[in-house]
Nanobody
Framework: QVQLVESGGGLVQPGGSLRLSCTAS????????MGWYRQAPGKQRELVAG???????NYADSVKGRFTISRDNAKNTVYLQMSSLKPEDTAVYYC???????????????WGQGAQVTVSS
C-alpha cells in the first residue's frame, strides 16, 4: 500500500497562506483520486478537497475560493494551497487516496502522520 507523507504545516497569522505537500512512496498515476482531510481538536475528520485523475476538483463549502488542490504525478505529490486562512482552519491536515461515489468520497488508503496547521495571531 502506498505510504503518504504530509509536510508544509506551521503557524500562520489570520489572512496568511500556506502550501501543504503530500508525497507518495510510489507513483500516483494509477490512483484515480486523491484528497486532503483535516481534523480539528474534538471534531471528526472531514474531507476538504479532492482531485480526480482528469483534474476535476471538489471542495468543502468552508474552504471554497480559499483552498486549491493540485497534483503533480511526475513528482508523486499532491498539494493544498491555502490562502485567506482563518483560525477555524486550525487542524491536523492529512492526505489520502479517495474512492468517489458520485460526489461523495471515502478514503481508501492508509493515513500518514499529518501536518499541523495553526492559524493564530
Amino acid at each position: 500500500q502506498v505510504q503518504l507523507v504530509e509536510s508544509g504545516g506551521g503557524l500562520v497569522q489570520p489572512g496568511g497562506s500556506l502550501r501543504l505537500s503530500c508525497t507518495a512512496s510510489r507513483s500516483i498515476v494509477s490512483i484515480n483520486a486523491m484528497g486532503w482531510y483535516r481534523q480539528a481538536p474534538g471534531k471528526q475528520r472531514e474531507l476538504v478537497a479532492g482531485i480526480r485523475s482528469g483534474g476535476r476538483t471538489n471542495y468543502a463549502d468552508s474552504v471554497k475560493g480559499r483552498f486549491t488542490i493540485s497534483r503533480d504525478n511526475a513528482k508523486n505529490t499532491v498539494y493544498l494551497q491555502m490562502s485567506s486562512l482563518k483560525p477555524e482552519d486550525t487542524a491536523v491536515y492529512y492526505c489520502n487516496a479517495l474512492n468517489y461515489f458520485g460526489d461523495y468520497a471515502l478514503p481508501s488508503g492508509s493515513w500518514g502522520q499529518g501536518a499541523q496547521v495553526t492559524v493564530s495571531s
